[in-house]
Structure formats: C-alpha cells, structure tokens
C-alpha cells in the first residue's frame, strides 16, 4: 500500500487530507508537533524547525513505519499576525527546507505541499488591485506579508530543488482559504458589503477539495516544481462575480467571459492539468439571503 505521510496532519487542512487519503485507500501517518483530535492516521511527533528529526521521521520510524512513499507538506503557521513576522517566517521556510531536503536525502520523490493565495498580491483593494481578473499563475508573486513572502520563496526554493534533482517532484498548492462546514454560517452576512472580502477577491476553499486538489497532485506528480491556485468554483458572494469586479475593481481588465459566481481566483489550470473539480460550495450549508 502507498505510504503517505502528511506534515501538520493535526491541522485544520490536514485532518481533511488524511481523511480523504484514509478514504481513498492510502496508508497515511500525519506528522506533527501536537497530537490530532481524533486517531484516524498513524502518528509520530515531530518538529520541522529540527532537520534531524524530519530526516528521521522520513527513513522510518520503529513500530510505526518503515518506508515513506511521498510527503505531502502543510505544517506551517497558516497566516500573518498569529505570531511575529520573524517567527512566522523562520517556522515555516524553515520547515519547508527541512522537509525538501529530508524528502531528496531520503530519495522520497514526490512531495505536495502548501503554498497560499497569498503570494497573488493580498491583500487586494483599490488601492492595490490584482494585475487582471480572473488571476492565475502567469505573473511575478507580489507578496507584502512575511508570511506570504515565506510562500513566495519556498515556490522560489522548490524550483531550485528541482533543478538540483531531476526527477524530484514539487508540487506547490496555493490554497485560497481554508474553510470547514461550520465556517459557512458567517458566510450570508458577507454579502452586505462586497469589501468585507475584497481582500482575496471573495475567494474560500473547502478542506474537503483542499484535500481532493491534494491528492489529485499526488498522482499527477511528474518530474519538476509546478503551483496551481487551488479555491472553490464559486465566490462567497450572491452578486455576479462580474458586477463585483467591476465595481471594485473599475480599472481592472477582465480577461474572459465570466461564470455568474465564477471564482476570480482561476482555477483553470487545475482543472486542465490535475482534473480538479471542486465538489462543496457553501451555498449548499448556509442559508442564502433573499435577492
Ligand atoms: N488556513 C488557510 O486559510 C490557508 C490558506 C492558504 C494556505 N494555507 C496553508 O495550508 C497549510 C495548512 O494550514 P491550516 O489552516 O491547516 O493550518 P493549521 O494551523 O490548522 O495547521 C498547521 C499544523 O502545522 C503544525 N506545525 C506548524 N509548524 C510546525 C513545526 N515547526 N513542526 C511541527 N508541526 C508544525 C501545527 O501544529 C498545526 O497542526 C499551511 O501551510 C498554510 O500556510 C492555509
């Protein structure tokens, strides 16, 4: 049985991804410093910041494992302002080095791993728009946190890595934000005011095809470093994502025609690339408000 172990399983992304990998019938241990809430996975404690124990935890681990078939890479302080800046930055490029590095020490091959919406430009605003709408892939990151800059150059770092070893295979998930059902009910009062979520374009993801996007990469690795924006297909807004737009965003080109609550985060190279499909849209857990 493939083997897959999930860094920051404990977390609110990993418990979705070690449950659908669970589900999907992989062998999976979740590796964190704190222990998860519920016992679905195997697993170990480990500290990325320490480059001894991830290389360890990767070559095996007595009574639990002995062999790692691919990784995939969540374990981070999830956002700016949780921590200070430095803190945030030096946990998580930190850890995501140790990890690439443990990953080809171990001659681990495959390894998904977070990236965030972050490193398109957030927060956006009239002030400081996104370059064209929907956004993609296709240009410069533009982060302005030291959270997001830890992203922007972990994408940097994966390509380096991948240079160094052909045939490793880095796939970097930047996930639009992260939501669990019970986060739907404060969805509805958005609406009222479209600057209330402005900031990453009324974008969310939902753990469930955070995990399915995950495991979608999985077994679409192929040699190199890539990054797909990962986010549900629609926005958290009722208006037309087209109206939104342009009254928030005027000067913006709008590069193609748009769905009626069509994500502006693009998804399109997901979809082409991994088969992405996303599944789960609040609308089907929160009330909507009447039109
Ligand atoms: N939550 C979001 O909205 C969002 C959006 C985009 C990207 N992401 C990224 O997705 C990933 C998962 O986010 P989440 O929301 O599940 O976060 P979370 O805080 O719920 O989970 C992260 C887990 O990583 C673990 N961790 C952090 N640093 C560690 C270290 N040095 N050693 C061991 N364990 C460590 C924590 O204990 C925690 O269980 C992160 O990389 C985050 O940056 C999250």
């Not at 007595?62 to 078939?69: N, P």
């Not at 930047?174 to 374009?201: E, G, H, I, K, Q």
Request: with cysteine.
């Amino acid at each position: 049985m493939t083997h897959i172990v999930v860094t920051g399983g404990s977390g609110k992304l990993g418990r979705a991804v070690v449950a659908d990998l669970v589900d999907h019938g992989y062998q999976v241990t979740n590796l964190d410093r704190r222990p998860p809430a519920d016992a679905v996975s195997g697993y170990v404690q480990v500290d990325f910041t320490d480059y001894g124990q991830i290389l360890a935890a990767l070559l095996g681990v007595d009574d639990r494992y002995d062999t790692v078939d691919a990784v995939v890479h969540l374990a981070a302080i999830p956002a700016p302002g949780l921590t200070t800046n430095t803190a945030t930055f030096t946990n998580n490029i930190t850890s995501t080095h140790h990890v690439f590095a443990a990953a080809r020490a171990a001659g681990i091959k495959t390894v998904v791993w977070a990236s965030s919406e972050t490193v398109l430009g957030l927060p956006f605003g009239p002030e400081s728009p996104p370059p064209y709408i929907p956004v993609d892939e296709e240009y410069h990151p533009r982060p302005s946190t030291s959270y997001s800059l830890s992203k922007t150059l972990e994408e940097e770092m994966a390509g380096q890595f991948c240079r160094w070893d052909p045939e490793l295979s880095l796939t970097g998930l930047r996930f639009s934000n992260v939501m669990d059902p019970a986060d739907y009910a404060a969805f509805p009062a958005f609406d009222a005011d479209p600057a209330t979520r402005m900031w990453n374009l009324w974008g969310y993801i939902d753990a469930r095809d955070g995990a399915q996007a995950i495991r979608l990469a999985l077994e679409a690795a192929r040699p190199g470093a890539d990054i797909f924006i990962i986010a549900a297909a629609d926005t958290v807004m009722s208006r037309s994502s087209a109206s939104l737009a342009a009254e928030v965003f005027p000067d913006v080109s709008i590069t193609r025609d748009l769905g009626e609550r069509e994500t502006l985060l693009g998804i399109d190279k997901a979809r082409r690339i991994l088969g992405f499909a996303p599944q789960h849209s609040w609308r089907e857990h929160a009330a909507q408000p009447a039109d």
